[in-house]
């Protein structure tokens, strides 16, 4: 239906972010159907997450073969990579080639938020209204905003009155910070954390690690890629694309089936020093039962925790990095570039905020209740409003004005982590529900927009103006990634963000759907070829 009202703008489709997911479904909706669409994007240019990433040894940490997208051969061909795990500035590079090679700039708008959503059911569309202050009508509404886009600064009484510099490392300064002779505080020790400190430790004078929670970290053995293999990936790309679509986590390794327990203990730690030797995420992959059988992932955890004990030198230091309180990968694993040799460094220092909390942030620097740290710089390496903070602060409403922030009270209800019940003709990439964060996203990203493309294709050719979600299909897939997380070691970590535990007040709800990228894959699929069961289609 278009729209009658004066200085809206009507569309057919507005796509929120301009990340690898905002791309491709704008390509796909106009290239492939021919829609008149728009993406709005907050930041200056392409890019998602990656675009404000920027913190010293910002990395990804999937293989850069696997981090890429495969839907199209002559993009695979007009790529390379340079090393294993990109960096930041090489994804960035990446980003805006694919923006580039589609030519996809002139229908996106930059610098502009989305700051409401509202679903008018008389005329069966959406209006959006953004921060230029315009407004728009579009009978499709695709959200595209990342899984980890919404930063978490710690509420600590008295950051303001810190005299020193501070950041959190998803939003850094475009100029960068000087660390050179400063005396440096890091908190947090998650994946961006332990990419970041050994970095900052290079040139700062002092740096000094708050640390809440201990963390598993595995070598990632970065390099710089072979002509040989850059040739293997080229010429490869569709078994690749295959291999990545067939596993559990979309990687491009395949998890071995054999028990942990069900080889003798040599030859277990023989599998487990040459994962170690390779580096990478593929260590979680070298038994079937890690992420299920706690007695199994105590195996691999204790390889890691005695690993941690051998490399740092200070006894101490060493007993406080390998306290670690739960199952390995039950907590998204990071990989690093000498995060525990940088602990024997001189001028680096490990504090245990776990048994003396920071109580607040002075002019000069962080109090504990046991310790004031005199500092010139703050980073916080804190982590994200994980999965739905992006989506609930855009300020989305459905049917009879129900915003998003109501729906999801409980913690995110979803299909298929695809659509809302009450929330028609709303479509959420890499939403909550779906595999997301527990799976390299990039493929995941190409299923996602197939499966979105293809149904509105669908509606189309069938004459559908409508498409929501059942509230029972709804109910019952809850229940469905809620079995999924039991079945694993996943909810064992208490304070994990896949549980929305690291931001307080966040319902407690295990966010992604831990059933695997295969499995999740086929039941959508089955899910379309049923014509689109557990949604209700309208003329
Ligand atoms: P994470 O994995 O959420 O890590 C955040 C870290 O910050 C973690 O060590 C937290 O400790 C710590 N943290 C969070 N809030 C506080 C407060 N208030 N005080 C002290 N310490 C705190 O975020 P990352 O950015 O490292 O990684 C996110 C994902 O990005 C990663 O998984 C990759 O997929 C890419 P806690 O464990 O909560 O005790």
């Not at 920027?54 to 990579?81: I, N, T």
């Not at 209204?129 to 595209?144: E, F, N, R, V």
């Not at 304070?495 to 059933?515: D, E, T």
């Amino acid at each position: 239906m278009k729209d009658t009202q004066p200085n809206t703008r009507h569309l057919d489709a507005i796509i929120v972010g301009a990340g690898l997911s905002g791309m491709y479904q704008l390509l796909s909706l106009r290239d492939k159907l021919g829609m008149n669409v728009k993406v709005f994007e907050a930041a200056a240019g392409v890019g998602g997450t990656w675009h404000h990433n920027r913190y010293p040894g910002a990395r990804c940490d999937s293989e850069s073969h696997s981090y890429m997208f495969y839907f199209s051969k002559e993009l695979v061909q007009s790529w390379e990579w340079t090393e294993r795990y990109p960096q930041q500035p090489e994804i960035q590079r990446y980003m805006d080639h694919v923006a580039d090679f589609f030519n996809l700039r002139p229908d996106m708008v930059f610098n502009t938020r989305v700051n409401a959503a509202d679903y008018d059911e008389a005329s069966k569309l959406w209006r959006v209204h953004t921060s230029d202050g315009q407004s728009w009508s579009a009978t499709y509404l695709i959200t595209a905003v990342g899984c980890l886009s919404s930063a978490n600064v710690p509420a600590i009484e008295g950051l303001d009155s810190f005299q020193g510099q501070w950041a959190h490392t998803s939003a850094w300064p475009a100029e960068g910070i000087d660390f050179k002779g400063k005396r440096v505080g890091v908190v947090g020790t998650g994946s961006t954390g332990i990419q970041a400190i050994p970095v900052i430790a290079a040139q700062a004078g002092h740096l000094t690690v708050f640390q809440r929670t201990a963390n598993y970290s595995i070598p990632a053995r970065n390099a710089p890629l072979t002509e040989e293999f850059k040739h293997y990936v080229k010429e490869n790309a569709e078994d690749i694309r295959q291999l990545m679509n067939e596993t559990t986590n979309a990687h491009c390794f395949r998890i071995d089936p054999r028990s942990a327990l069900e080889v003798s203990e040599q030859e277990r730690n023989a599998v487990y020093e040459a994962a170690w030797a390779k580096g990478g995420l593929q260590f979680r992959a070298t038994f079937g039962d890690l992420l299920k059988d706690k007695t199994a992932n105590d195996t691999a955890a204790e390889f890691i925790k005695t690993k941690i004990r051998q490399v740092v030198k200070d006894p101490q230091t060493a007993a406080l990095l390998s306290d670690i309180d739960h199952p390995f990968a039950a907590k998204r694993p990071p990989i690093d570039s000498h995060y525990f040799e940088t602990f024997n460094r001189d001028n680096v220092s490990l504090v245990d905020i776990r048994s003396h909390p920071i109580e607040r942030i002075t002019a000069a620097g962080i109090q504990t209740t046991q310790a004031q740290y005199d500092l010139d710089v703050i980073v916080f390496a804190t982590g994200f409003d994980a999965m739905t903070g992006s989506l609930l602060r855009m300020n989305i409403s459905g049917r009879q004005g129900l915003p998003l922030k109501d729906a999801w009270a409980a913690g995110p209800r979803t299909y298929l982590g695809l659509q809302i019940p009450q929330f028609p003709n709303m479509f959420t990439i890499t939403g909550p529900g779906s595999p997301s964060v527990l799976c390299n996203l990039p493929p995941q990203i190409e299923q996602h927009v197939n499966w979105i493309t293809a149904c509105i294709a669908y509606m189309r050719d069938n004459g559908i103006s409508q498409i929501e979600a059942d509230e029972q299909a709804s109910d019952d897939w809850v229940q469905q990634v809620n079995e999924a997380a039991n079945a694993t070691l996943l909810p064992q970590a208490h304070h994990s963000w896949y549980l929305g535990a690291n931001v307080p007040g966040k319902p407690r709800v295990f966010m992604p759907y831990a059933g695997g990228f295969a499995r999740y894959r086929g039941i959508c699929d089955e899910v379309a070829a049923s014509q689109y069961r557990g949604f209700h289609l309208h003329r």
